[in-house]
T-cell receptor
């Protein structure tokens, strides 16, 4: 089975940096995804890691350590529009299986 | 990124009626589509997985006779909520991927309210 943990809520200040952690336990790991979901909207793809290390994409970076079952999403220069839920999702090597999502971290960016 | 559309975006219906939700992949052929349900402040819960041309695989606890899924083509899947009840009120989201191992792209979701 798969188990994914991430903090329920976080608050950060506009212009600051925030790190959202995700730990997972899975058999047959084959990649970790981060999605952003604004209230009442569907998730949008942010990043994908399958090898250890840091993937940088503009203000957002995602890190993976497969040996530790750990990932984080780093958001720099926070903007008010970054207030959303951030979902960590894990893919299995098992054929024809969907992503398994964590419960999401609700980030509030304050002035 | 790939584009997935859903229709309608919002629907209100009376208890006992049926509602059909369409999910389309607009610029790619989706061999697999997934249907999720999300209650307020909760995570996405997978309902079923459908492959084009074959029967959907439902998750445990999801009634296949109540939630009818048809994946008739590589660009269209439909979810029909039959005999809807107020407890079926939720946010329904479809997701599509082109091939095994590809990124899943999500539709904009359909908010269903059953009165």
């Amino acid at each position: 089975g798969q188990n994914i943990d991430q903090p329920t809520e976080m608050t950060a200040t506009e212009g600051a940096i925030v790190q959202i952690n995700c730990t997972y336990q899975t058999s047959g790991f084959n990649g970790l995804f981060w999605y952003q979901q604004h209230a009442g909207e569907a998730p949008t793809f942010l990043s994908y890691n399958v090898l250890d290390g840091l993937e940088e994409k503009g203000r957002f970076s995602s890190f993976l350590s497969r040996s530790k079952g750990y990932s984080y999403l780093l958001l720099k220069e926070l903007q008010m529009k970054d207030s959303a839920s951030y979902l960590c999702a894990v893919r299995s090597v098992q054929r024809n299986t969907p992503l398994v999502f964590g419960k999401g971290t609700r980030l509030s960016v304050i002035a | 990124g790939a584009v997935v559309s859903q229709h309608p975006s919002r629907v209100i219906c009376k208890s006992g009626t049926s509602v059909k939700i369409e999910c389309r992949s607009l610029d790619f052929q989706a061999t697999t589509m997934f249907w999720y349900r999300q209650f307020p402040k909760q995570s996405l819960m997978l309902m079923a997985t459908s492959n084009e041309g074959s029967k959907a695989t439902y998750e445990q606890g999801v009634e296949k006779d109540k939630f009818l899924i048809n994946h008739a083509s590589l660009t269209l899947s439909t979810l029909t909520v039959t005999s809807a009840h107020p407890e079926d009120s939720s946010f329904y989201i479809c997701s599509a991927r082109m091939r095994e191992g590809d990124t899943q792209y999500f539709g904009p979701g359909t908010r269903l309210t059953v009165l």
